[in-house]
């Protein structure tokens, strides 16, 4: 059974930091690359950022530089994003998904509500 068990999310106020975890099973995690998403309400869910199984990381959108860095433990099987300076806007729904062979196979977890507000 394939799953992907996402915590760390929570109420947090502007300028505080905090890590997710994406805990994985059922599948071998070394051999697929990772990827954190997020989807603020009324909005299109949107690539944070990806990293590959040889440890090569892409960020994407519009995120300020260095706010957010993804790492993985393959020893650990499980995928972080540590998330620095939030911001009001940084208020979504943060999934983690795994990729194997360019989409041949794509998991999700169900998501962890990470909250910015004073």
């Known amino acids: 059974q394939v799953q992907l068990a996402e915590s760390g999310g929570g109420l947090v106020q502007p300028g505080g930091s905090l890590t997710l975890s994406c805990a994985a099973s059922g599948f071998t995690f070394s051999t697929y690359t990772m990827r954190w998403f997020r989807q603020a309400p009324g909005k299109e869910r949107e690539l944070v950022a990806a990293i590959t199984t040889s440890g090569s990381i892409t960020n994407y959108g519009d995120f300020e530089k260095g706010r957010f860095t993804i790492s993985r433990d393959n020893a650990k099987d499980t995928v972080y994003l540590q998330m620095n300076r939030l911001k009001p806007e940084d208020t979504a729904v943060y999934y983690c998904?795994?990729?194997?062979?360019?989409?041949?196979?794509?998991?999700w977890g169900q998501g962890t509500q990470v909250t910015v507000s004073s």
């Open positions: 998904n795994a990729r194997y062979s360019g989409g041949i196979y794509d998991y």
